[in-house]
């Protein structure tokens, strides 16, 4: 049977990181006891390790919840429990229209930060009723007034009936359930109307096969349907309907403002696309939900195993959780400097990061990781635009019409002593300030920002500039054409692809000698001088030299010396192990990527 | 065919662990104890040699050599008593080659003459600088007055004498280290070993250069310049590099040490002494017990203080006549090496070569001048790496 509509109450908790949204969520989840105590482990919601380890969340979780109410009647409440990361924006923003209202959880003890106000924007647009709720109540430091104040400011929302909660002591928790009744809109939806479900999230469980979390529309959805995805007319016998609490509970069918799972034997998580519009094969509706659209890979770069023997192992390992993961592309990159790998595109950093730490990790494979790299429009005389994804395949110079290069828009929101530097960051990575306001004692900057400029150590540069004290966020905002040129870099007179990139023309001197300044630090003296040189076309614009080694010999060494001499011996040799042969030099594995760490 | 090591010959080092005090640089196995009994040291020693002579009859005895440690403290009854028990178990040879390492004190160098003879027909004297301030920063008993005095007594109780310097010391220009290996030159017989200043872990050195209490010391460049000086006035004066830090009149080489760098074998007794034997194809690696006390227990209740011997896998005894062999001036026979089931890295050796680092003339490979101040990374370079 499926719930009444005004009985259901669908919502998402909107915070930035560390202000305590998982713990919030455990906690709701308990006071209904939709899972028995001893059941509970912290932060239920947030499954895979990499996940709790960073206190982030990425795919979307969800839990059905029954809150009996001060009116005496259940309700069901389902929570989504959203990525909370910029590099996940298209999921979120999937994810908020799959309910009606946001908690907006903020820690009275910090105050709103610029990721909290990317998201909370995604919810205003989502169209959501939203209660604030101010977190971490206990703590000797929350300034609750002074938060309130800032909420209003700063996102313009009323925030004079905020909740006072604490997750930890378990304060304000039933007050909190209470409001989503009260102050949250039930679901629309008619039951009569043809099946339209979004698919709002989807993974792979190695004995279900393919779990879709999906948002009933319109129509009920039950199990042995056979149903259609409409973005690639795809037809599926479902096999299982059900809901969380949060363990998967099956049931018979969902109805109209519901929110559960099915699973249809499906192989791949490529088949099931976050936004997509799930109806009946037959009698089903043609009309597809707004905003669909498949998600887009951002940062690009070259992933190749330290030993190359475990190429294979890597293809496996990527095959495997590609299974998972539809937002994220692969295709086998050769260089002549790192041997074979893959080339592999991301949602963002944060991705790239997760990514890359699975494969080493959960599969025990070494990885070398080239610079990452953005996707550049390259609009050739003939008139043709073809997409860059690796600067070692930018066309020859005179066959280039111009370069376009995706830009950002970034917010900042950063304590009034470090703003000075911030400005300064962001000028110097080619910036465009879009605004500058304040808040309190912290001010609020955007910035128009080319993202080549900040996929790669933007993030830890802001961090290291404000003592940690700004927060960021970003979003994109298109192509735009720029003086844009690839630098190359040779080590001993020989083009090292893996070391080459973009970069704008106004900068390529600075850039360029501080990448040979860097290799010169990374690079180990040879018994011969190196000339370490960054080019444009045939253009040397930096030059460095690593000077030979004059001396490197045990000066005592007699019978009972052997042994040793051959211990420090096999030392070097597994030294020269990390290194990979380029040309007649060796170079070590972890330049690749520290070479482009800039100081600046 | 003959055996590998039969192509250098076989000699016996024995280590006498005790010093009157530890010198800062010294990272050998050296003891500072008052209270020794040379009587049972004597015993022993004597006892660990008809141990091994009866696993090695009837070998030709080419060397002895005496090292330490101070085994100039050494009573010379003991001194004789080894010699005379190690002439017995095996067959020495004619020119038995008798080395005792010496410190340059008035107190031992009274002894020297005793020592004579008691049979050590080579003396190796521990100079180490002929400047006082040097002397006392390198933490040694004696002043440039008192060695010199020792080396002229050296010099008449037997006809072979050697001395070290240690040089690229702190503060130590190029002028004054040029101005100090004339006069050593001067002074020299036929043999000096110049050894470059090396931190080596664990010594109170590398504890003060830890902290940066060790200042002064030359940079890379200027230990480069130090060196050539050092190749340009040996050469001058007729002492010819046989070896890394090594100086010869051709024909006085040190022919006991010869024996480690051209891969023959060794007898190694007392504390720490390692040694090399082979037994047909089998090369064995021999380490004694290092503690004195321990060594001598070990000794009087099993025969002998040998903690371990361990066949060396082919690939290490090969690895060893490579990175041994490399120091010398005549350098290896890759058809030895192969022999060893050893190899050079073909295409490294190519580099080697155009880089002028190491020379091949036939189944010979030597490294060049240049190649020699290198030797470590040649030898990272030419090692065979396993996959």
């Known amino acids: 049977m499926t719930t009444d509509l005004s009985r259901i109450r669908n919502f998402s908790i909107v915070a930035h990181i560390d202000h305590g949204k998982s713990t919030l969520a455990d906690r709701l989840i308990q006071e209904t006891e939709t899972v028995a105590l001893r059941d509970m482990k912290e932060q239920m919601l947030d499954a895979m390790d990499i996940e709790r380890e960073r206190g982030i969340t990425i795919k979307a979780n969800t839990v059905r919840i029954d ?184 049931i018979d069918e969902l109805g109209p403002g519901e929110i559960g799972f099915l699973t249809a034997s499906i192989k791949q998580v490529r088949d099931t696309r976050v936004g997509d519009t799930i109806t009946h094969e037959k009698k089903g509706t043609d009309q597809a939900l707004p905003g669909f659209k498949p998600s887009v890979p951002v940062v690009f770069c070259g992933l190749f195993p330290v030993d190359s023997a475990q190429f294979e192992d890597m293809r496996d390992a990527i095959d495997k959780l590609a299974l998972n993961d539809a937002s994220f592309s692969y295709e086998v990159e050769s260089s002549a400097a790192l041997g074979f790998g893959f080339r592999c595109g991301f949602l963002g950093l944060l991705h790239l990061e997760v990514i890359r730490d699975r494969i080493e990790r959960e599969y025990d494979i070494d990885l070398i990781t080239t610079a990452p790299s953005v996707v550049y429009h390259i609009h050739t005389k003939d008139g043709e635009m073809q997409e860059l994804h690796n600067p070692a395949d930018m066309p020859d110079l005179t066959l280039v019409d111009h370069v376009e290069e995706p830009r950002i828009k970034a917010t900042i929101l950063v304590p009034d002593d470090y703003l000075g530097d911030v400005l300064k960051l962001c000028q110097d990575r080619r910036g465009i300030q879009l605004d500058l306001t304040y808040a309190g004692p912290r001010a609020m900057v955007v910035y128009d920002l080319p993202l080549n400029e900040v996929v790669f150590d933007f993030y830890d540069r802001l961090k290291s500039v404000t003592k940690g004290y700004a927060s960021f966020d970003y979003q994109m905002i298109g192509y735009r054409e720029d003086n844009l040129v690839k630098m190359s870099v ?108 800039m100081d600046g | 065919m003959t055996e590998n090591w039969q192509e250098a010959g076989f000699g016996l080092y024995v280590h006498w662990p005790f010093c009157a005090a530890k010198c800062p640089y010294c990272d050998f196995n050296s003891h500072v104890s008052d209270r020794v009994d040379h009587a049972r040291w004597a015993t022993a020693l004597q006892r660990d040699l008809r141990y091994w002579a009866e696993r090695t009859p009837g070998r030709r005895l080419s060397t002895i050599f005496f090292g330490g440690g101070t085994p100039s403290m050494m009573a010379p009854e003991t001194l004789a008593a080894v010699i005379e028990a190690a002439r017995g178990l095996w067959t020495p040879a004619n020119d038995l080659e008798v080395t005792m390492e010496a410190n340059p004190t008035s107190v031992e160098a009274d002894r020297f003459a005793a020592f004579a003879d008691a049979g050590v027909n080579r003396l190796s004297l521990g100079l180490q600088a002929l400047d006082d301030g040097a002397l006392r920063r390198l933490g040694r008993q004696h002043d440039v007055r008192e060695g010199l005095a020792a080396l002229e007594v050296s010099k008449s109780v037997v006809d072979r004498v050697s001395f070290d310097l240690i040089y690229a010391r702190q503060d130590q220009t190029a002028k004054a280290w040029e101005t100090e290996l004339r006069q050593a030159l001067d002074l020299a017989g036929e043999h000096l070993s110049l050894y470059q200043l090396t931190i080596e872990p664990g010594t109170v050195f590398a504890r003060r250069a830890a902290v940066g209490k060790l200042r002064g010391l030359p940079d890379e460049d200027r230990a480069v310049d130090l060196w050539n000086i050092t190749q340009d006035l040996c050469a001058a004066a007729g002492l010819t590099r046989y070896e890394t830090s090594n100086h010869a009149r051709p024909g006085t080489e040190a022919r006991h040490n010869l024996i480690y760098w051209r891969g023959g074998d060794w007898l190694g007794v007392g504390p720490g002494a390692h040694g090399r034997l082979s037994f047909g194809t089998a090369r064995l690696a021999t380490v004694a017990h290092r503690a004195p006390g321990t060594w001598l227990d070990r000794n009087e209740t099993t025969g002998s203080g040998t903690e371990s011997e361990d066949a060396l896998p082919p690939a290490e005894v090969a690895e060893e006549y490579l990175l041994m062999g490399l120091r010398t001036r005549d350098g290896i026979d890759l058809g030895r090496l192969r022999r060893l089931g050893g190899d050079v890295d073909a295409s490294s050796l190519g580099r080697m070569v155009e880089l002028g680092m190491v020379s091949t003339s036939g189944d010979r490979l030597r490294t060049t001048e240049a190649g020699a101040l290198l030797l470590d990374a040649i030898l990272a370079e030419l090692s065979p790496i396993e996959p």
């Not at chain 1, 099946?195 to 948002?215: E, F, N, T």
């Not at chain 1, 370490?532 to 253009?539: E, F, P, T």
């Not at chain 1, 007699?558 to 042969?581: F, I, S, V």
């Open chain 1, 67 to 250: 809150y009996k109410a001060e009116d005496g009647n259940t309700y069901v409440l389902n929570l989504i429990d959203t990525p909370g990361h910029v590099d996940f924006a298209y999921e979120v923003s999937r994810s908020m229209r799959a309910v009606e209202g946001s908690l907006l959880v903020v820690d009275s003890t910090q105050g709103v930060e610029a990721q909290t106000l990317a998201n909370v924007y995604q919810a205003i647009d989502a169209d959501h009723e939203i209660v604030p709720v101010l977190n971490k109540i206990d703590l000797p430091a929350s300034e609750p007034d002074r938060v309130k104040e800032q909420i209003e400011d700063v996102i313009g929302i009323d925030a004079a009936d905020a909740l006072l909660v604490s997750a930890k002591t378990g304060q304000g928790i039933r007050e909190t359930l209470q409001a989503v009744v009260d102050h949250l809109p039930a679901p629309k939806g008619d039951i009569d109307a043809p099946l339209k479900a979004m698919l709002v999230d989807s993974w792979y469980d190695s004995y279900l096969g393919v779990i879709v979390l999906v948002r009933i529309v319109d129509g009920k959805l039950r199990k042995g349907d056979r149903v259609r995805f409409l973005s690639n007319g795809t037809v599926h016998h479902v096999d299982r309907i059900g809901v969380f609490r949060p363990p998967m509970t099956e």
């Open chain 1, 490 to 597: 040779l080590v001993n007179e020989e083009p090292v692809d893996a070391l080459s990139m973009m970069v704008h023309r106004d900068r390529a001197e600075t850039r360029g000698r501080a990448m040979v300044e860097k290799l010169k630090e990374l690079i180990p003296r040879h018994m011969f001088k190196i000339p370490i040189q960054a080019a444009i076309g045939g253009k040397v614009i930096a030059r460095e030299t690593l000077s030979a080694m004059r001396k490197d010999v045990t000066a005592k060494c007699y019978g009972g010396d052997a042994t040793r001499k051959k211990k420090l011996l096999e030392k070097q040799k597994a030294g020269k192990k990390k290194m990979r042969q380029f040309g007649k030099v060796e170079i070590p594995q972890s330049a690749f990527i520290n070479a482009l760490k």
